[in-house]
């Protein structure tokens, strides 16, 4: 089976990446530097051959995928697959103030303990790795010998370099996921295979990255 590339992009910036507030699977919008941004990451990709665009259903990313298919004619596809984390109790608020109030379960997170789960419904970095390797792997699966986007989140992307270069959930990070960032990979039924991370040349300076531990 011929390969599958990817261009993975984050959405752009809200106002809540300004402020350090966890998004989470809440349904935050894109503020105007967010939007010139989405619009740049189409414009760098008009001359691309795309066969699909592929988005979360939240909507910050479903507008950066409006924006970049729009250069393409297509249609945008969304899958609840490639939602941000789960991060129950804590969206909505900065880590300094998870810290405050629960410092136990801040340092949990901080240390990228694989199996822990954010109160009240958050998801484990071992559940977010499974899903976004099943997500990706499936919409990848249908476009074989094509060249598909993805517009997704900082968690989501992050879990997926890991895939491609076989790291740790709970390794430090040393890559970077800045908003409206281009990044791209290769699918084969066998995995993934990173070809580029973080092109940022379509913007006038460097996106917020993303800063949840």
Known sequence: MEATRIIAVRH???AWNVDGRIQGQLDIALNDRGRWQAQRAGEALAGEA????????????QATARSIAAAFGLPVAADRGLRERGFGRFEGLTFEEIHQAWPEEAQQWRKRVPQ??????????????ERVGRTVHALAGRHAGGQIVMVTHGGVLDALYRIATGQAVDAPRTWQLPNAAINRLLWTPGGFTLVGWSDTQHLEAQAIDENTP
């Open 116 to 129: 822990w789960q954010p109160p009240e419904g958050g998801e484990s970095l071992l559940q977010l790795r």
């Open 50 to 61: 795309i066969t699909a665009v592929y988005t979360s259903d939240l909507e910050r990313a």
């Open 12 to 14: 752009g910036e809200t």
